[in-house]
């Protein structure tokens, strides 16, 4: 992941006042992927001068290293190598992984921070994530000047679904010239854009634990979905019906998400799970069968 948890020095801050407050913001601290929720704040108090690193402190026993440039440790959880496997603290505002160190960023009212201690041997790239939806959308991100937009690849229904449920959320969709934007389609329709070419590199370059592979003898049902595990080995070989919701981000631009799937149908069934609820503390998320799971698998 790009921005590894750097934790700048000004913990204290340099000997200003807090300034005004500006609302509330989130604060979610979990491990494994989102799998273990370790703190969940969602109301806390926010001013002119609060950054992610400062939020963390307020309910945490934070250790820092290097000067105290990077978090080592987070009540007691530290970074490090175990079993030949890297193991470290990334964090993320309103579902993106933030350009610069936690210290800088600064944060306003209605901004989620989540804090997640992972495996990145296989994934030291994770640009965005899904689990804090209706956010990126419907909060923007770093003060960016990014409009929102659904790009329809296949069936209309989908397409139609993903836009209601965004208008339902808060979301504002215009079209600028960057734009945050949710590409709906199977996967077929998707497999030649740049996330889909990502997507089956792995995750290495794509930071989503699964990929799609093809069965020509399948007709209209030519690809399924391959879950992966934290390893990046096959965890689960899913039916073409199974959906997928997945973000990514390359450098600085605006995300880039992904509602697609084998068929139609599991694309609708992709674009029904676009709920907070529904993808709350996921980073990629699957739907098969009616339920609802996460990428990485266990």
């Known amino acids: 992941m790009a921005a590894v948890l750097l934790a700048g020095l000004a913990l204290a801050g340099c000997g200003l006042g807090p300034g005004e407050d500006t609302g509330d913001a989130g604060l979610l601290v979990t491990r494994d992927y989102g799998t273990e929720a ?18 963390l402190d307020e309910k945490t026993d934070l250790e820092t290293t290097y000067g105290g440039e990077y978090v080592q440790a987070v009540d007691g959880l530290a970074g490090g190598t175990e079993g030949g496997r890297r193991f470290d603290w ?23 921070v989540w804090w997640d201690y992972r495996d990145w041997t296989d994934a030291m790239e994770v640009g965005a994530v899904v689990g804090s939806y209706p956010a990126p959308f419907s909060t923007g991100y770093d003060n960016r000047d990014w409009g929102v937009q659904v790009d329809c690849q296949g069936d209309e229904t989908a397409c139609g679904m993903v836009t209601k449920q965004l208008e339902g959320d808060g979301v ?127």
Do not use: C
């Open 38 to 55: 370790l703190v969940d704040e969602p109301e806390m108090t926010v001013n002119e001068s609060s950054t992610a690193m400062r939020l």
């Open 90 to 112: 990334f964090f993320a505002v309103n579902g993106i992984v933030a350009e610069r160190g936690s210290a800088q960023f600064p944060l306003t009212g209605g901004d989620l």
């Open 172 to 298: 504002e969709l215009n079209d600028r010239d960057d734009d945050m934007i949710l590409r709906v389609g199977t996967f077929d329709d998707l497999s030649g854009t740049d996330e889909g070419k990502r997507l089956q590199r792995g995750p290495s370059s794509s930071g989503v634990f699964a990929r799609f592979e093809s069965e020509p003898a399948a007709g209209d049902a030519a690809w399924h979905l391959v879950g992966l595990k934290v390893d990046g080995d096959v965890g689960q070989d899913f039916d073409p019906d199974t959906g997928l919701i997945a973000a990514m981000r390359r450098a600085d631009d605006p995300p880039v998400w992904l509602v697609t799937g084998g068929t139609d149908e599991a694309v609708q069934a992709a674009a029904a799970a676009l709920t907070p609820d529904d993808l709350e503390r996921r980073y990629a998320a699957f739907v098969t069968g009616g339920q609802i799971g996460s990428l990485p698998l266990p």
